[in-house]
């Protein structure tokens, strides 16, 4: 398998982490609903088919990456620098950045 | 006063030649770790013009005749062989000198001995191109000083490991070669 690192071009996946489903880059809000806790932290989708999740390029550029891919097929659809989601996020989902209130906070 | 001895990252371990294929340890470059502050990206490149080099996109290092800067990731360039004068207040600069064995694979199938070890394709890697991979579990950084020779930095805690797994492809490569 390779993922396409938006700066470092195709690499192994040997060179990346995997963190998990990239819901986990939509930190609530401090002051959220428990609901909105609850999913963010335990609620996760299960699908045959495309989803969106989190990979550190770990070996390479140290960049966190948000890779679409499908789950079906193994193809890799799209990779971006997860700091270019947000207008200021810098760091990774470890809230490094600024926080970025996008979630929408509804359980599945 | 206890008497220090300095020692460099690869003493007692390199070089080593197999066949036509030499390691070797590059010592005494002063290197370090360039971080640009935010908002100073621009003046940042300016500022190392001036040293005769620039700011290197992804992927790529730019080199003088004396000195040269490594792209090592995002938003961060290692400057090495130069003092980083005119670079305060533009970026983080952290002194990495004695952080890191850097060492050069030279000679016929030096791009196959990496080839066994670092999941990249380095046959056409060339001067002006700079990766940051892997080298069996360690994080290195590689440059090409010319076409099918490598420079190779990895953290000094892990050269001697480097220097085993290296050799012990390069004692492979020249085997396959004598056959």
Request: aromatic share 6%; proline share 6%; hydrophobic share 40%.
């Amino acid at each position: 398998m390779r993922i396409t690192c938006p700066l470092c071009g195709d690499r192994d996946r040997r060179e990346f982490y995997y963190y998990g489903d990239a819901v986990y880059a939509d930190r609530p809000a401090e002051g959220a609903a428990p609901e909105a806790w609850d999913a963010y932290l335990h609620l996760r989708d299960n699908p045959a088919g495309e989803t969106r999740d989190l990979w550190y390029h770990e070996m390479g550029c140290s960049a966190w990456i948000e890779v679409t891919r499908n789950t079906v097929t193994h193809a890799v659809l799209a990779t971006r620098l997860l700091a270019e989601r947000g207008q200021t996020g810098e760091g990774g989902p470890s809230g490094e950045g600024e926080p970025k209130p996008r979630r929408k906070g509804k359980p599945e | 006063m206890i008497r220090l001895i300095e020692k460099t990252p690869c003493e007692a371990l390199l070089p080593v030649t197999c066949g036509a294929l030499t390691l070797r340890e590059i010592v005494g470059d002063r290197v370090t770790s360039v971080a640009p502050l935010k908002g100073q990206g621009a003046k940042l490149a300016t500022a190392l013009k001036k040293l005769g080099l620039g700011w290197p996109a992804p992927n790529t290092a730019i080199a003088s005749a004396t000195a040269a800067i490594l792209w090592t990731g995002r938003d961060q360039a290692f400057l090495i062989g130069a003092d980083p004068e005119g670079l305060d207040g533009l970026a983080a600069l952290t002194d990495q000198s004695d952080g890191w064995a850097r060492m050069r694979l030279e000679g016929p199938g030096a791009a196959d001995v990496l080839a066994r070890l670092v999941p990249l394709d380095l046959r056409g890697f060339a001067p002006g191109q700079a990766a940051r991979s892997q080298l069996g579990h360690m994080m290195a950084i590689l440059t090409a000083p010319e076409k099918g020779s490598f420079d190779i930095m990895v953290f000094r805690s892990m050269a001697e490991t480097a220097v085993h797994e290296i050799h012990h492809a390069m004692k492979a490569v020249s085997a396959r070669a004598a056959l």
